[in-house]
């Protein structure tokens, strides 16, 4: 929101990454499954992985990237070996959440539907005020 773009750039932050804030958005194009996981996310719903690519990212806690994290599990292969391995499962259904890697930041769960030029706008109407 507002609030936390505000207190990043008066933190010192040059920019402000919100890409989660438009996942929801018409034109992210977003498939139905994700943004319905996405509406009302609590913020421990999002964890980081190396899963699905062997990259850090952050995205949906879902069972597949619970899987990993269980006693026992083994490692995921670096990157882009990972990605390559879990390539066959990732390409399942489409709107099978579990399969596809969701990225999504902690406050995924705000992201709303809105058309991104209203959620840009409405992100700067907030924090403008709040900067010195």
Same mark, same amino acid.
């Given at each position: 929101?507002?609030?936390?773009?505000?207190?990043?750039?008066?933190?010192?932050?040059?920019?402000?990454?919100?890409?989660?804030?438009?996942?929801?958005?018409?034109?992210?194009?977003?498939?139905?499954?994700?943004?319905?996981?996405?509406?009302?996310?609590?913020?421990? &719903?999002?964890?980081?992985? @190396? $899963?699905? %690519?062997?990259?850090?990212?952050?995205?949906? !806690?879902?069972?597949?990237?619970? /899987?990993?994290?269980?006693?026992?599990?083994?490692?995921?292969?670096?990157?882009?070996?990972?990605?390559?391995?879990?390539?066959?499962?990732?390409?399942?259904?489409?709107?099978?959440?579990?399969?596809?890697?969701?990225?999504? &930041?902690?406050?995924?769960? @705000? $992201?709303? %539907?809105?058309?991104?030029?209203?959620?840009? !706008?409405?992100?700067?109407?907030? /924090?403008?005020?709040?900067?010195?």
């Amino acid at each position: 929101d507002g609030r936390a773009l505000a207190a990043a750039l008066t933190l010192g932050a040059s920019a402000v990454q919100v890409g989660t804030a438009l996942l929801r958005c018409p034109e992210a194009g977003i498939d139905d499954g994700w943004s319905a996981r996405l509406d009302g996310l609590d913020p421990t &719903g999002t964890t980081t992985t @190396r $899963a699905y %690519t062997g990259r850090l990212a952050r995205g949906i !806690a879902t069972d597949y990237v619970r /899987a990993w994290t269980v006693p026992g599990a083994p490692a995921p292969a670096p990157y882009p070996h990972q990605r390559r391995l879990v390539a066959r499962y990732r390409a399942g259904e489409p709107g099978a959440v579990d399969r596809v890697n969701h990225w999504a &930041g902690q406050a995924a769960g @705000r $992201a709303t %539907t809105d058309p991104a030029s209203e959620v840009v !706008a409405r992100l700067w109407r907030e /924090a403008d005020p709040l900067l010195p």
